[in-house]
């Protein structure tokens, strides 16, 4: 039997494991494949000593393999791929390290936030990320400041996941990011704070050039529900952008804006329907009998979402009589 036909028999891993030493590459890339198929602890450390194959594409099939498998022995092995100077092995062991959640390799982490490689530094903060460590939360506002704005991408991500409010002043300050996806990011990471500050700053963004910042401050505003938000999502409904005026819509009905009724019902003669129903749908959230006329005018509708909202919502409307 030569040595590839025992991948019939997956439960003799080490047999599996000569194949390792082949000098055929795609041999040994597939010993990689039974290893880790095997789905046994004892293939890590196979696994690992695959990640300094000398070929690229053994390399990248184990930095791939190694993401299945938890602990503090697959995380160095990912972290050495981290430093590969192939770019696909590398960006391979970053997406498998961000699967890791054994904090036992936080300590092996941190210090790479400072590496020269920016593909490093964010691939590093996108794991710290999810091993939502406190550690994290001093190296991650640093980062804020890298001249890399992938690496700034992934250190909001740390702040919003650890929902730091000490770190929010540093999250706003992203919020005006000369990267329009950093600051996406950190009008997304603001929702977490019910804070008069994170909400004037995502009402900020309503006025960002780029429609999908616009479109998550909308949508971030609802989250907060801080009351002084509805007058900016109410400006917000003439946006160029049908999405943006959705996530307005969708938060002022959070936010129970019954000042803003009036603007409301203005939208439930939009042309595009989706808009109709949302708009349908917050006067249904926020309930005010003013606004029984306008809807029952659509109870005809020739979108049967948007006549389905209606009814829903003039219900709502009897119940708060």
């Not at 092995?77 to 890791?100: F, M, P, Q, T």
């Not at 603001?190 to 804070?195: T, Y």
């Given at each position: 039997?030569?040595?590839?036909?025992?991948?019939?028999?997956?439960?003799?891993?080490?047999?599996i494991a000569n194949g390792l030493t082949s000098p055929d590459v795609s041999v040994r890339r597939l010993a990689v494949i039974a290893i880790?198929?095997?789905?046994?602890?004892?293939?890590?450390?196979?696994?690992?000593?695959?990640?300094?194959?000398?070929?690229?594409?053994?390399?990248?099939?184990?930095?791939?393999?190694?993401?299945?498998?938890?602990?503090?022995?697959?995380?160095?092995?990912?972290?050495?791929?981290?430093?590969?100077?192939?770019?696909?092995?590398?960006?391979?062991?970053?997406?498998?390290?961000?699967?890791?959640?054994?904090?036992?390799?936080?300590?092996?982490?941190?210090?790479?936030?400072?590496?020269?490689?920016s593909l490093v530094r964010a691939a590093v903060l996108r794991s710290l990320k999810s091993l939502r460590v406190d550690a994290a939360l001093?190296?991650?506002?640093?980062?804020?400041?890298?001249?890399?704005?992938?690496?700034?991408?992934?250190?909001?991500?740390?702040?919003?996941?650890?929902?730091?409010?000490?770190?929010?002043?540093?999250?706003?300050?992203?919020?005006?990011?000369?990267?329009?996806?950093?600051?996406?990011?950190?009008?997304?990471?603001?929702?977490?704070?019910?804070?008069?500050?994170?909400?004037?700053?995502?009402?900020?963004?309503?006025?960002?050039?780029?429609?999908?910042?616009?479109?998550?401050?909308?949508?971030?505003?609802?989250?907060?529900?801080?009351?002084?938000?509805?007058?900016?999502?109410?400006?917000?409904?003439?946006?160029?952008?049908?999405?943006?005026?959705?996530?307005?819509?969708?938060?002022?009905?959070?936010?129970?804006?019954?000042?803003?009724?009036?603007?409301?019902?203005?939208?439930?003669?939009?042309?595009?329907?989706?808009?109709?129903?949302?708009?349908?749908?917050?006067?249904?959230?926020?309930?005010?009998?003013?606004?029984?006329?306008?809807?029952?005018?659509?109870?005809?509708?020739?979108?049967?979402?948007?006549?389905?909202?209606?009814?829903?919502?003039?219900?709502?409307?009897?119940?708060?009589?």
């Amino acid at each position: 039997m030569s040595v590839f036909e025992p991948f019939e028999a997956f439960g003799d891993i080490e047999q599996i494991a000569n194949g390792l030493t082949s000098p055929d590459v795609s041999v040994r890339r597939l010993a990689v494949i039974a290893i880790a198929e095997t789905a046994r602890s004892e293939a890590v450390g196979h696994l690992a000593s695959a990640v300094s194959d000398p070929a690229a594409e053994v390399r990248l099939q184990a930095a791939k393999a190694l993401g299945d498998f938890d602990g503090i022995e697959s995380a160095r092995a990912l972290v050495r791929g981290l430093l590969d100077e192939d770019r696909d092995v590398a960006e391979a062991a970053g997406e498998s390290l961000s699967s890791i959640r054994d904090t036992a390799v936080v300590e092996a982490l941190l210090p790479l936030v400072s590496h020269p490689s920016s593909l490093v530094r964010a691939a590093v903060l996108r794991s710290l990320k999810s091993l939502r460590v406190d550690a994290a939360l001093g190296p991650a506002v640093t980062a804020l400041g890298d001249s890399a704005p992938e690496v700034r991408v992934q250190a909001v991500g740390v702040i919003g996941y650890l929902k730091s409010i000490e770190a929010l002043p540093s999250l706003i300050g992203a919020a005006r990011d000369r990267n329009a996806e950093v600051r996406l990011a950190a009008v997304n990471a603001l929702s977490f704070a019910d804070d008069a500050s994170a909400a004037q700053a995502a009402a900020d963004a309503l006025a960002d050039p780029e429609w999908q910042v616009r479109a998550a401050a909308a949508e971030t505003l609802g989250r907060i529900k801080q009351a002084e938000a509805a007058p900016p999502l109410a400006a917000a409904l003439d946006d160029g952008f049908w999405q943006v005026r959705q996530k307005a819509l969708q938060s002022l009905g959070k936010l129970k804006a019954r000042a803003m009724v009036s603007r409301i019902v203005g939208v439930l003669d939009d042309e595009l329907p989706s808009l109709r129903k949302e708009a349908a749908a917050a006067l249904g959230e926020i309930a005010d009998p003013g606004a029984r006329a306008a809807l029952a005018a659509k109870v005809s509708d020739s979108d049967p979402d948007v006549r389905k909202t209606v009814a829903w919502a003039l219900g709502r409307l009897k119940d708060d009589v």
